[in-house]
């Protein structure tokens, strides 16, 4: 179905005096700017580049609304309620789809205006997760993991289809957004490659084949990652910042950090965080502010947070106890 479905679940109801006027396209940022309901959940102010994370609690019945394109691949999850959805480019036909919870949309970005209504079918509030991944991040990826030229590939345009491992990083990515942890961007980063190379072997119209690395890492690149990763902890270390350490496509580091520490890059620069902050604690009188900073978190609530979900007690009983 459906070039004409796009963007379930985000909406702009139209007034009675008409359709809005709104642009062709718009962007990935701006695009709340159309919508009547407001994001509950947003990584904006989070630093991620790649990947933009926004859940929607939408109205059960829209008679109409009227959306700017983008141009980033957009994904959406419904995580809650059922739906008649019908969409159509501007003036153009109806086209009508049975959404429930679970089930994705994916639209490859760009196009027109298009218009959507839909009516609840459910008890349950319609709510859905929408992820922006970036249209430049799709490119690279194209190039590097695949080395063909992004301009050649096109991704298909899906509604009401499902696919586990979208739904669980999907999930993923807005925990992390609730959690604000610091090693959040590089997660995000991480994850959002993951999702792109998902889409490249699962979701064109042609097929194509990713270039492999069978070793993992070696000694001394590894030394290379580790000494950057220390020396940088109290700044946010993106994927792409690692692997031009030892000269991979951030894909391909990923996958061969993995392969060689058994941990992905998030975990491992999330525990030398934690090595660092007890050392801190236990060896210097650096407030929990400043611990905070020296370690990359956001805040010390964050901090605490996270503190606690790893070794069950606040910073501050840590120190005291040791």
Known sequence: MAQNLRDVGTATICRESGMPTIPRSTSTRDFERYTLTKPVLSSAGMGWREVVVREFHEPPRVDSVLLPAVSDIHLVLMTSGAMQFECREKDGSWEAVPIHEGDLFLTPGGGDAYELRWRSL?????????????????????EQVADRDPARLTLKELSGFRDPLLTEMGLALRQSVVQRTASGVLYAETAAHMLVV????????????????????????????????????????????????????????????????????HQFVLSKRFERAKHLLTQTKLSLSQVTFEVGFQSQSHFTHAFVSHFGVTPRQYRQQS
């Open 122 to 142: 459910a008890r349950a509030p319609i709510e859905a997760l929408h992820l922006h991944l970036s249209r430049d991040l799709f490119a690279r990826s194209a």
């Open 198 to 265: 998902h889409l490249l072997t699962h979701y064109l119209t042609t097929d194509i084949r990713l270039k492999e690395y069978t070793s993992g890492l070696s000694r001394r690149q590894m030394a290379r990652v580790t000494e950057y990763v220390v020396a940088h902890l109290a700044e946010p270390l993106s994927l792409e910042r690692l692997a031009q350490q030892v000269g991979y496509s951030a894909y391909h580091f990923a996958q061969l950090f993995r392969a060689t520490t058994g941990a992905t890059p």
